[in-house]
């Protein structure tokens, strides 16, 4: 309650098949890797200090069908760095991002265009945050936050994030947050949910959550404060 403005970033969470940090980060490259004229996706993870190719042999020669050709067996395939399976010019001349963590986190804004990222502990790192919502849901007079996701959509070797149920995180006005769970926030927000708003209504002090979620009803919740 600084008066700067400071944000929560939604991410992947920790929970997850894949890790990513300073030393070992998630790489994805974009290139024409099998010179077909459009552009090939290759995501790239790291296991004991190596770069591996995340998609198996399957699914990257599906994409590309030099893979097969390269590697006749998943044995062959399965030892081989991410260098030797696309070429070490073609991954340099590729267009190349890299991420060191999927943690969710509060990003206090220090001013003068310095920031500061603090991990949020505990069931925030279970799912996919794709949804933040900001009010003060105690009415004690400091901002909340209620984080709601999951991600279903994955390639065939990793399962899907599912594991939450929507987390309230109750502010205390500097930079620090207590996470409830949904026995303790009567929060249960099943599915996979994309999106989500508050409404106002009619009636004094009541408002209503509105989640949108793939493929299912949207979902209505509706609080009061006061």
């Keep these: 309650m600084d008066g700067d403005q400071d944000f929560i970033v939604g991410n992947l969470g920790l929970n997850h098949k894949y890790n990513a940090s300073t030393e070992e980060p998630f790489e994805v490259f974009t290139h024409d890797f099998d010179k077909s004229g459009s552009l090939d996706i290759v995501l790239g993870y790291y296991e004991d200090g190596v770069s591996y190719p995340l998609r198996g042999r399957e699914c990257s020669s599906n994409q590309m069908p030099l893979v097969k050709e390269k590697f006749p067996s998943y044995h062959e395939f399965a030892i081989a760095d991410i260098s030797k399976v696309y070429g070490k010019e073609n991954l340099e001349n590729a267009l190349h991002y890299s991420t060191t963590t999927f943690a969710t986190a509060y990003i206090e804004n220090l001013g003068y265009f310095k920031f500061k990222a603090h991990k949020i502990e505990g069931a925030t790192q279970f799912s996919s945050v794709n949804s933040i919502l900001i009010d003060d849901f105690n009415v004690d007079g400091y901002p909340d936050a209620l984080l709601s996701g999951n991600l279903y959509q994955s390639e065939v070797e990793t399962p899907r994030s599912d594991a939450s149920y929507g987390v309230l995180l109750t502010g205390n006005g500097k930079g620090q947050f207590k996470t409830l769970l949904p026995n303790q926030s ?41």
């Excluded at 002090?205 to 404060?225: A, D, H, R, W």
């Design 186 to 226: 009567g929060l249960f927000i099943k599915g996979d949910v994309k999106n989500a708003s508050i409404l106002n209504t009619a009636l004094e002090n009541k408002k209503i959550l509105v989640f949108g979620t793939n493929n299912e009803p949207l979902q209505l919740i509706e609080y009061s404060q006061h």
